[in-house]
């Protein structure tokens, strides 16, 4: 018994002892456990500071696989894979963040959301997205611009047929080449890349373990083959990113982006910040680089850099996040005065969004290219195109699919067609991480400029306080401006194959004048308006075949109301004025002019003009040589000659046209005619020439009894043997013609034979 018992205590000690020794291990791993989470963490954090994000993204993901992860661990590696361009991770990372961290999630967190989901071409979910954005802040600009249109994805798409996209397979690497510029009078090509070099270092960047930007260039064969591709002077290398690059109109100036990594102490922690900044270096008589120079407003503490120049070298656009601005990067602006840059602007909300604008170029035109992933697009950065005028900027315009795409869209280049060039992207089925592709449109990539100035007629001088306003071939307002103080204007029409019409007024000391524009080219196109202090009849006459200016047209004026003729001479712009006095708008102008002008057919017309506000009486008169072949009735106010059906007597309309031709045979008394009369196909053909020779020779009777020489004028009539359109029906042939069609066909013509 007394054993037993002795055995029994000797058991629960040694079951206590085992107990507190299993106890110290738990304590002991966790500690370690914690320990080790801890240095994990650390370690996390250094990777993450030290932008090293391809790594720092493996231990925040190991970071985050807890009950409870941290919302900062959330973020970090939600913006590491945003950082490396892994999207699909990214979107996961965002949404799960957004689902646990919904009331504290940030407005930036919410942009790269959306970005992910774009890139990723979820366009519903991208929705849902914004309207969390709005939910942060009302007044966002990116919000604003896709609220704007609903379906621009498929609007962006509709035109997809409108480029032709290809690598240029002869300059991409596996690595990254991007933002092409143009030199050497556009036969070679100067380009950023991130390709292994033969330099004796090639360090790689621990962001994504790639290597650093240096600026190459390359030869160019044509549009798609290139040769020597060779770096560029050792004067731009460092030991970093060196690119991209622009050159100035001479190509005698570089502005070139370098990247500037400093360490800041944030918090009492060491971080690496990494900015970019601008140089210039100018070219010697050699053509030899001179050192870098700063740019006045390069910083440490922010980025400046993607510069681009104006042809005439006076407007340096650039990026930059420096304070003050909207978004990640902005887009600025500095002006050249005597040799200095000035302190930058931004471009203001028109242009620039809270996401990134990035990559500005600018065509020798003016016109502004750049990328921004702030606006409606499809995704990443996509392209867009603006004008800058009268210190404004219009909407900017997407250059559409397949330039743009769900990926990242920037760096371009524009040919001086306006219709091929070069751009940047590292959409998917590329060579490389960032590729070069070479694009070809069918119609011109951007519109033209239509500028001019407004101007009083009567004495030449400027009108600085008029609007001036576009209008479509319907006359319906497009766009409108008011003039600056050198009383300019400028719209950019983007589809020049249309008609446009362009109005002035300023209704205190003018009348409204409206002119069409006319023929539009490529580039810009001027067309200046004067406007008139009174109602004034502005007549030009020009040839009915060459379209030339008449000079020395004996013009004969005729106010119907006082029946007092004026008779005037077109001067060697083919045109004659006149000042209609003592009218008012809601007065009825009814008049004749009768030209007159050796060599000419004598034409006089009648017109029935109500007066208002916009009216300048802008007449056009066509002038009919006399010549053989001939058609009277095309110069002549001559409507169409009627029969009544089957007949070919003369009717009384009818007869008060014949007499407009009776007038013009005795006005020129030397002149014959044949008066040929015409059918459709409809009938047989021997039904229709019958018919019309009985209606040809009728119409001639009646001119002849009007006084007319017998041996003045013949009627013959050719049925349905002249046909004016193809509208043919004869026998089994069926015609799908209209009714206006074939009464094109029904007509009468009147064509000298001699003078």
């Known amino acids: 018994m007394t054993y037993m ?25 966790f500690t370690t456990t914690l320990q080790s989470q801890s240095l994990f963490q650390k370690k996390a954090d250094q990777l993450y500071n ?41 979107e996961e990372a965002y949404k799960n963040l957004q689902a646990k961290f919904a009331a504290t999630t940030t407005e930036a967190d919410l942009i790269n959301y959306l970005q992910c989901l774009k890139y990723n071409q979820k366009y519903t979910e991208a929705e849902n997205a914004l309207n969390l954005i709005e939910q942060k802040r009302k007044d966002n600009l990116i919000t604003k611009n896709h609220s704007k249109n609903k379906n621009y994805v498929k609007q962006l798409k509709e035109d ?29 090509v100067l380009f950023a890349s991130n390709r292994r070099n033969t330099a004796a270092s090639n360090k790689t960047f621990a962001w994504d373990d790639s290597y650093f930007i240096d600026m190459y260039t390359s030869n160019k064969k044509d549009s798609l083959k290139f040769e020597s591709t060779v770096p560029m002077a050792k004067t731009i290398s460092s030991t970093y990113h060196d690119g991209p690059a622009s050159l100035s109109a001479d190509e005698k100036t570089v502005y070139l982006t370098k990247s500037n990594i400093i360490v800041k102490k944030i918090k009492g922690v060491a971080v690496n910040v990494i900015n970019l900044k601008l140089y210039i270096l100018t070219k010697d008589a050699e053509g030899k680089l001179s050192k870098p120079e700063n740019f006045p407003f390069n910083s440490n503490d922010y980025s400046v ?28 602006v500095s002006e050249n005065v005597n040799g200095q840059w000035q302190k930058p602007e931004n471009l203001g909300q028109a242009i620039n969004t809270e996401g990134r604008e990035m990559f500005p170029y600018v065509h020798e035109d003016g016109t502004l290219f750049f990328s921004t992933d702030g606006r409606a697009g499809l995704g990443g950065l996509d392209l867009y195109f603006t004008v800058p005028a009268m210190d404004a900027y219009f909407e900017p315009q997407s250059l559409g699919y397949p330039i743009n795409s769900n990926f990242d869209d920037f760096g371009f280049a524009l040919n001086n067609d306006l219709k091929t060039g070069y751009f940047s992207s590292n959409r998917a089925g590329g060579k490389g991480k960032d590729d070069i592709y070479f694009f070809r449109s069918k119609e011109p990539l951007m519109g033209v400029t239509l500028s001019g100035i407004v101007f009083d007629e009567s004495n030449k001088e400027i009108i600085n306080n008029a ?63 004067g406007l008139f202090p009174k109602y004034k009849l502005i007549c030009n006459v020009t ?36 000042i209609i006095k003592g009218k008012k708008p809601g007065d009825k102008l009814a008049f004749t002019i009768k030209y007159e002008k050796e060599g000419y057919i004598t034409v006089e017309k009648n017109y ?36 009544d059906l089957a007949k070919w007597n003369i009717r009384a309309d009818a007869a008060k046209e014949l007499d407009k031709i009776v007038k013009v045979m005795q006005e020129n008394p030397t002149m014959t005619i044949e008066l040929g009369s015409h059918t459709d196909c409809r009938s047989s053909k021997a039904y229709n020439l019958s018919l019309s020779d009985k209606r040809a020779k009728s119409s001639a009777a009646y001119i002849v009894s009007k006084g007319v020489a017998k041996n003045r004028i013949v009627g013959k009539g050719y049925g349905e043997s002249k046909l004016i359109n193809g509208c043919a029906c004869e026998g089994k042939v069926v015609s799908t013609c209209s009714e206006d ?15």
């Open 5 to 29: 018992v002795q055995k029994t205590k000797k058991k629960n000690k040694m079951r206590d002892y085992m107990k507190q020794l299993l106890l110290l291990l738990a304590l002991a791993l």
């Open 467 to 529: 609007w001036v306003y576009l209008l479509d071939n319907n006359k319906l307002v497009i766009d409108s401006v008011k003039t600056n103080n050198k009383a300019e204007y400028m719209f950019t029409i983007n589809d020049p194959s249309k008609e446009y019409f362009v109005g002035a007024k300023e209704r205190v000391k003018y009348y409204d004048r409206l002119v069409p524009v006319g023929k539009l080219v490529v580039g810009d196109n001027r067309k200046d308006i």
């Open 50 to 90: 030290e932008l090293s994000y391809l790594a720092a993204a493996d231990y925040y993901k190991s970071l985050v696989k807890t009950d409870t992860p941290t919302e900062e661990n959330m973020r970090r590696l939600a913006i590491s894979y945003f950082k490396i361009y892994d999207f699909v991770k990214a």
């Open 543 to 578: 040839d009915a075949k060459t379209a030339s200016a008449i000079d020395g047209v004996k013009t004969t004026f005729t106010d119907k109301a006082t029946n007092l003729p004026k008779t005037y001479a077109t001067d060697a712009t083919g045109t004659f004025t006149d």
């Open 741 to 755: 069609e074939h009464q094109a066909n029904r007509r009468t013509e009147f064509l000298i034979t001699k003078f």
């Open 608 to 643: 029935e003009i109500t007066l208002d506000m916009n009216t300048v009486i802008d007449l056009k008169e066509k002038l009919q040589k006399l010549e053989i072949g001939a058609d009277i009735a095309k110069v002549i106010q001559i409507n169409p000659i009627y029969f």
């Open 305 to 332: 850099g993607h510069a681009t120049v104006t042809k005439d070298g006076k407007r340096l656009y650039f990026v930059s996040d420096m304070p003050g601005g909207y978004g990640q990067t902005d887009l600025y």
């Open 160 to 188: 997809s047929a409108a480029y032709k996209v290809t690598n240029v397979e002869a300059i991409n690497t596996e690595n990254a080449e991007f933002s092409p510029v143009f030199f050497n009078k556009n036969q070679a």
